[in-house]
């Protein structure tokens, strides 16, 4: 039901950073909905939220598939409320050496990690742009901006992405619409990434505190981006822990 709190859609509200996010979004008092390719996966974050006493919608949502992604933006401004923020946050860090790198893996990574920042990006445009107001976010990663060994199809879709948030942040920032590029230069604190670690001799139990980035660090810096005032808008931000090199 539509209430007269801020909608904010998040779309890769994974298990991490995804639901640190909308966790964050939703003490804050936001009506948060969370787009995930498997709905049921959302279900424990939504009971979370709400039992905080937040309210949360999910959703169903393949960002690659162009006409869900038009069906959901359209739901939720029809029956939610306006879109005050979107923040694009799929994955699709996968490590293959070029030589092993099908058509398929690279397609499905550029998909996954550049073109659904498209169709998402392009929607929130389309309703926020007419009442000139709302922020839209990428998530990017160090992949963004230096690619490694191993990480072809993974760079190449977040070269994509960032490139895609800088033209839409030139073309939207004058029709008052914040458009950012977040940099996360750092293992975020994951299973994911402590089992990465464990397969490279590297034991996460014995990592200096703050090594890995908490995701609830990542959640902070949305939404200090999203109330940033309108003279000082900062269009790409790098975070990484302390002990990171760059």
């Not at 980035?213 to 975070?239: C, F, G, R």
Request: aromatic fraction near 10%; charged fraction near 25%; hydrophobic fraction near 40%.
């Amino acid at each position: 039901m539509a209430t007269e709190q801020p909608v904010v859609l998040i779309i890769g509200a994974g298990d991490y950073i995804g639901a640190a996010i909308c966790k964050k979004f939703a003490a804050g008092g936001y009506q948060v909905c969370m787009g995930r390719r498997n709905e049921d996966k959302l279900l424990p974050l939504k009971a979370d939220i709400e039992s905080a006493g937040g309210i949360a919608h999910a959703y169903a949502l393949d960002a690659r598939n162009e006409d869900r992604v038009i069906e959901v933006f359209e739901e939720i401004e029809q029956n939610i409320g306006p879109l005050e923020m979107v923040i694009y946050n799929p994955g699709g860090n996968v490590n293959f050496p070029i030589r092993d790198t099908t058509s398929r893996v690279f397609q499905k990574v550029w998909e996954m990690a550049c073109f659904g920042g498209f169709l998402c990006g392009r929607e929130a445009a389309k309703y926020m742009a007419p009442r000139r107001k709302g922020s839209i976010f990428f998530t990017g990663a160090t992949a963004s901006i230096r690619g490694g060994s191993g990480y072809a199809a993974f760079a190449s879709a977040k070269f994509g992405l960032r490139a895609l948030a800088q033209s839409m942040a030139r073309e939207l920032g004058p029709e008052s619409i914040h458009v950012a590029h977040v940099i996360i230069d750092a293992g975020v604190e994951t299973e994911w990434v402590r089992e990465r670690l464990r397969e490279n001799g590297v034991d996460p139990e014995q990592l200096p505190e703050a090594t890995l980035m908490n995701p609830q660090s990542v959640a902070d810096t949305y939404w200090y981006l999203h109330h940033q005032a309108k003279d000082a808008w900062t269009h790409e931000l790098d975070i990484r822990p302390f002990a990171e090199t760059f």
